[in-house]
């Protein structure tokens, strides 16, 4: 699949897609599934709690705020995909989604099992995306977006919450 072009989407994802290296995407897109779930297996669970400043995201809020933007955008790539460009695509509101859930009493282990199982059906999905279904458009509220877009924010996503983890979350 190829890297998507500039009027595919909303110039924002632009900082997510410009993380993802070069090279095949299928490959790229399994290596970032166990590079996800390799870095947050080993963080010390001292610091799956910790926030680095008054109303930040704790750790595991990070992990389930990922999580949950894969279920999103991945709606998002089955309407693009599917040719289905009569429904207008709302704007995940990230902050809304995070208060209203409770990760106290989750583990880590378990909000990234739920992220890998995600990510399973996320490759399925991908690995079997025939190349003219990845450029069809879907509507947004501000710009359309392809499902070969989503493909790419799915992997440049995690990458820049995870350098974010790294700068400020594990001195």
């Given amino acids: 699949m190829q890297r998507p072009e500039a009027e595919e989407h909303n110039p924002y994802f632009t900082r997510y897609i410009s993380l993802v290296p070069k090279g095949n995407y299928m490959q790229l897109l399994k290596d970032n599934s166990a590079d996800i779930i390799n870095f947050f297996s080993n963080i010390p669970e001292a610091k799956h709690n910790y926030r680095y400043a008054e109303g930040k995201w704790s750790i595991k809020d990070i992990l389930m705020h990922i999580t949950d933007t894969e279920r999103v955008m991945m709606y998002r790539a089955l309407v693009a995909a599917r040719g289905d460009n009569t429904s207008i695509l709302c704007n995940m509101e990230e902050d809304l989604y995070a208060s209203n859930v409770n990760n106290t009493n989750r583990t880590l282990e378990s909000i990234l099992a739920e992220f890998s199982s995600l990510r399973t059906s996320t490759e399925l999905f991908f690995e079997n995306l025939d190349d003219e279904a ?4 879907a509507k947004t509220e501000t710009h359309p977006i392809t499902a070969r877009t989503v493909g ?20």
């Fill in 134 to 137: 990845s450029k069809f458009r």
């Fill in 152 to 171: 790419y924010i799915l992997i440049g996503h995690p990458m820049h919450h995870i350098k974010v983890i790294k700068e400020r979350y594990l001195d």
